[in-house]
T-cell receptor, first 115, second 112 residues
Framework: DARVTQTPRHKVTEMGQEVTMRCQPI?????VFWYRQTMMQGLELLAY????????DSGMPKDRFSAEMPDATLATLKIQPSEPRDSAVYFC?????????????FGEGSWLTVV | TQLLEQSPQFLSIQEGENLTVYCNSS?????LQWYRQEPGEGPVLLVT?????EVKKLKRLTFQFGDARKDSSLHITAAQPGDTGLYLC????????????FGKGTKLTVNP
């Protein structure tokens, strides 16, 4: 049963610490998205990649957030330094091909709390 | 910034009742998707509507895309406790981009 795998599922960290979230997209999928979900803002697109190349990261605070795809089976989202306002659920999603007609599949999310 | 407003924010009904939730925008979207999200999980795609006026049915769920492609509705007939969840609409911008704009969702609770 193919699925997007995210680690860690839950993370509590202190303000100022570095946080790295990892995502394994579905094998064969060439598009990977990072979303953040909060009660106030809902789901927001942070960044996405196609064939490991970043296509858009305009939704991501550049001063503290970075997203990479070291290889086709791993995407990372790093926050350094973390702040309490970064507390949210971070979702990775993957899909195949281009355009909205292709289904994207979400992982179960990484629940981040920054205290 | 393109925004999608969903209403109502919360809905609590009894099993067997019918309901409609709405997704509205002042912007035109090339397509609109509906997702259901259960606690502790990621959103799962239910349907994609593309053509203005399009109606799609998925068992007891009926989805409609507005004629002007600015709004959509989801109607559930004879709701069941298994329908409980957060229903999200998401619009794709013009040009077929896969950059989706999400509404904040309608949290539905169906009581047995």
């Amino acid at each position: 049963d193919a699925r997007v795998t995210q680690t860690p599922r839950h993370k509590v960290t202190e303000m100022g610490q570095e946080v790295t979230m990892r995502c394994q997209p579905i094998l064969g999928h060439n598009t990977v998205f990072w979303y953040r979900q909060t009660m106030m803002q809902g789901l927001e697109l942070l960044a996405y990649f196609r064939n490991r190349a970043p296509l858009d990261d305009s939704g991501m605070p550049k001063d503290r957030f970075s997203a990479e795809m070291p290889d086709a089976t791993l995407a990372t989202l790093k926050i350094q330094p973390s702040e309490p306002r970064d507390s949210a659920v971070y979702f990775c999603a993957s899909g195949l091909g281009e355009g909205f007609r292709n289904t994207i599949y979400f992982g179960e999310g990484s629940w981040l709390t920054v205290v | 910034t393109q925004l999608l407003e969903q209403s109502p924010q919360f809905l609590s009904i009894q099993e067997g009742e019918n309901l409609t939730v709405y997704c509205n925008s002042s912007s035109v979207f090339s397509s609109l998707q509906w997702y259901r999200q259960e606690p502790g999980e990621g959103p799962v795609l239910l349907v994609t509507v593309v053509t203005g006026g399009e109606v799609k049915k998925l068992k007891r769920l009926t989805f409609q895309f507005g004629d002007a492609r600015k709004d959509s509705s989801l109607h559930i007939t004879a709701a069941q406790p298994g329908d409980t969840g957060l229903y999200l609409c998401a619009g794709a911008t013009q040009g077929g981009s896969e950059k989706l704009v999400f509404g904040k969702g309608t949290k539905l609770t169906v009581n047995p």
